[in-house]
C-alpha cells in the first residue's frame, strides 16, 4: 500500500535548523513530483517547496526562499526538507505530497500523517 511517512519534526529556537524526512513507499517514486505543504493554526495548507520528477527543478515559497531546501534520492524513495535560519512564523505542522502527472492533469495524488515544526523566541 501507499505510504508517506514524515519524520525530522521537533522543537527548534530561532535561528536554529531542522531536516524533514519523507519515506515513501507503494509506488513508483521517481515518477511522482514531490512537495512539503505547511499549514498553521488558522490558516490554510500552504505550498513550502517542491521537487520536480525525477528532478532537479525545485520551487519555493517566497518565505522561505534562501532558507529551505527541498532535495530527493530517488534511489531510496525519500525527499527532504533542509530548514535553516528558522523563525518562529515557520511554526506549524508539515505535509509531505507526492503528485504524478500534473496540477492540470492529476492522475494520482497522496498525503503524509504530517510532522509538527515549532519555532520558539
Known amino acids: 500500500q501507499v505510504q508517506l511517512v514524515e519524520s525530522g519534526g521537533g522543537l527548534v529556537q530561532a535561528g536554529g535548523s531542522l531536516r524533514l524526512t519523507c519515506a515513501a513507499s507503494?509506488?513508483?517514486?521517481?515518477?511522482?513530483?514531490m512537495s512539503w505543504y505547511r499549514q498553521a493554526p488558522g490558516k490554510e495548507r500552504d505550498l513550502v517547496a517542491r521537487i520536480s520528477s525525477p528532478g532537479p527543478s525545485t520551487r519555493y515559497a517566497d518565505s522561505v526562499k534562501g532558507r529551505f531546501t527541498i532535495s530527493r534520492d530517488n534511489a531510496k524513495n525519500t525527499v527532504y526538507l533542509q530548514m535553516n535560519s528558522l523563525k518562529p512564523e515557520d511554526t506549524a505542522d508539515y505535509f509531505c505530497?507526492?503528485?504524478?502527472?500534473?496540477?492540470?492533469?492529476?492522475?494520482?495524488?497522496?498525503w503524509g500523517q504530517g510532522t509538527q515544526v515549532t519555532v520558539s523566541s
Open positions: 505530497h507526492a503528485l504524478l502527472g500534473s496540477t492540470f492533469m492529476p492522475l494520482d495524488v497522496h
Open positions: 507503494g509506488f513508483t517514486f521517481s515518477s511522482y513530483t
